[in-house]
Every structure is written in structure tokens, then in C-alpha cells.
């Protein structure tokens, strides 16, 4: 069993239940099923809603779908996460015979954790949003009162969006990882870099999609930090939570799953440096993130 140093040592507890089923290629084949079900299930709900919408209202959803730009096209991306959830699911109960509660903690724990992180950062975020649209290339997208009718089904999509992300890379693969592997770099690092990968994209980050992938891995590195500190994910998902909640409710990029956003800024993506400040700005909101939960949390 690995022995972790003493700031992480509630780590122990919270990969207690991957003991034994710990090889690698069980690991693999796990995440595959995953993956594999995630996939057949979305083109099967793709299908079905083509059939019922006929192939003009079914394009249109689609496009919805995959640009996120109305408030029901960012939903529907959000809730898309629950298939990858089943399918996780289906990978922990043949390859490890154990369910998705083992990946979370102690539930009350769980549970205290993430609202004690999620609702002060959301709320900082809320007190600091003037700051970031005082910018000449930041307009008015939608008005509260447009907003609010969908908030609530939007903030339970959030959470099942996140609460997937983090099940699959903090709860999954580093628990998998930390029971078979001591060196930090490991369990902390893959699912790391792994997360960050996952966020590559040219159509959507255009020629900053490089500098994308290095913040995502810098947040997986937080997240998977608060995670061992902690013994459970609530607080990994609360600052995702928080996060996400900022960049798809409050000011968002033009054109970027800004379906819900109150405010976008328009940037030109074929510029490499173009999204840098935002990426700055991203990077600052996530220390102080980090560092906030770890004061509230006392870790």
C-alpha cells in the first residue's frame, strides 16, 4: 500500500476501496468501457432525435448541440455528460465490481466540502464580474431576466457536467492510480495531463488551443491537490463547479458555448496570443480559487 506524505494523508482512506483491483490494464479496460458506452449511447439519443424532429428540426438541434450558442444548446451539452456517467458506471461495476459511490468519499463529507467551496468562489466571482466587463470588446449578451427561466436547469447541468469530469479523472483515475503508485507525479500528473489533452481543440480555442491545454492541466493539478488534501471529491468539484459556473453564466467567449452567458467577449481566435489575458485572468481566478478553498477548508 502506498504511504503518502502527511498533508495528503487522508488520501489513504479515500483510495481504500481501489485496493486490490489496481492493475493496469483493469484500469484501462475500465475507462475504455466507459468511453466505448459513452459514445454508442450519444449516437443513439442522435438518432432518436432525428427520427422524432425530421432531418430539418434534427440538423437544427444538432447544431445546437454542438455549438452550445442558445440557452437549450448549452443544456443539452451539459446534460450530454450523463451517458459518460452511465458508462463509468458500467466500467467500475465489471472491471473493479464496486459503484460510482466508492469514487466520491464520504458523502456528508463530500457534500459539506463542495458547498463550502463552491458557493463563496461563486460568489466572489459575482462581486469581481465588473472587472471583466469594462472592456471595449465586451457586450451584453443576455439580460438576468432572460437568464434566470433557465438557471435553474442550467446550474443542474453544471453540476452533472462537472460532477462527471471529476468522477472519471480525480475519483477514477487518481484513486486507480494513488492505490497501485506512491510518486505524486503519478496520480496527481496523468489524470492531469490526460484532462488537460481532453481540452484541445482548434474549432473552439482556435490558435491558443496549446495554452488551453497547459491551463486545464494546471487546474487538474489543483483539483487532484484539493482532492488528497480533502479524502473526497467535494471540494475538487466545487471549484470546477465555480469555475465553469463563471465562464458559461457570467462572461463567456463569443461564439463558445455562450448560450447562458450574461456577457461575451468577442476575440479573434486565429490570433496565437489573443486569448491570453483571459487565460491570465483564468489562471489568477484559479490560485485564488485553490488557495480559498484550502483556507475555508483549513488544508
Known amino acids: 500500500m502506498p504511504a503518502f506524505s502527511p498533508r495528503y494523508a487522508p488520501l489513504t482512506d479515500f483510495v481504500a476501496p481501489a485496493r486490490g483491483r489496481t492493475e493496469i490494464w483493469r484500469t484501462l479496460a475500465g475507462l475504455g468501457i466507459a468511453v466505448v458506452f459513452y459514445f454508442i449511447a450519444l449516437q443513439i439519443i442522435l438518432h432518436a432525435v432525428m427520427v422524432m424532429l425530421g432531418p430539418v428540426r ?7 448541440l454542438i455549438r452550445g450558442a442558445t440557452p437549450a444548446g448549452l443544456i443539452e451539452i451539459l446534460f450530454s455528460y450523463l451517458p459518460l456517467t452511465a458508462g463509468l458506471a458500467l466500467g467500475m461495476a465489471l472491471m ?3 459503484g ?5 468519499g464520504p458523502t456528508r463529507s463530500a457534500v459539506v466540502t463542495f458547498l463550502s467551496v463552491a458557493l463563496p468562489l461563486m460568489a466572489l466571482w459575482v462581486v469581481m464580474m465588473p472587472l471583466s466587463v ?10 438576468l431576466w432572460q437568464q434566470l427561466p433557465w438557471l435553474p436547469v442550467a446550474l443542474a447541468g453544471l453540476l452533472i457536467q462537472t460532477g462527471t469530469e471529476e468522477l472519471l479523472f480525480r475519483g477514477y483515475l487518481q484513486q486507480q492510480l494513488a492505490a497501485r503508485f506512491h510518486a505524486p507525479w503519478v496520480w496527481m500528473g496523468v489524470p492531469s495531463l490526460a484532462f488537460g489533452m481532453l481540452h484541445f481543440s482548434t474549432e473552439q480555442y482556435g490558435a491558443s488551443a496549446w495554452f488551453v491545454v497547459v491551463w ?12 488528497a488534501r ?3 471529491l467535494g471540494a475538487a468539484v466545487g471549484l470546477h463547479f465555480a469555475n465553469n459556473a463563471a465562464t458559461l453564466l457570467l462572461v463567456g467567449l463569443y461564439g463558445r458555448m455562450d448560450g447562458l ?9 486565429s490570433q496565437p496570443f489573443a486569448q491570453l489575458p483571459y487565460l491570465a485572468i483564468d489562471s489568477v481566478s484559479l490560485l485564488v480559487g485553490w488557495l480559498l478553498a484550502r483556507l475555508i477548508l483549513r488544508v
Open 100 to 104: 460510482l459511490g466508492s469514487l466520491i
Open 216 to 227: 486545464a492541466v494546471f487546474f487538474g493539478l489543483a483539483a487532484a491537490d484539493l482532492t
Open 96 to 98: 473493479m465490481n464496486r
Open 134 to 143: 469594462l472592456a471595449e470588446n465586451v457586450a451584453t449578451h443576455l439580460t
Open 261 to 269: 452567458a450574461l456577457y461575451t467577449a468577442v476575440v479573434d481566435l
Open 230 to 232: 480533502t479524502g473526497n
Open 58 to 64: 434534427g440538423m437544427f438541434a444538432l447544431n445546437e
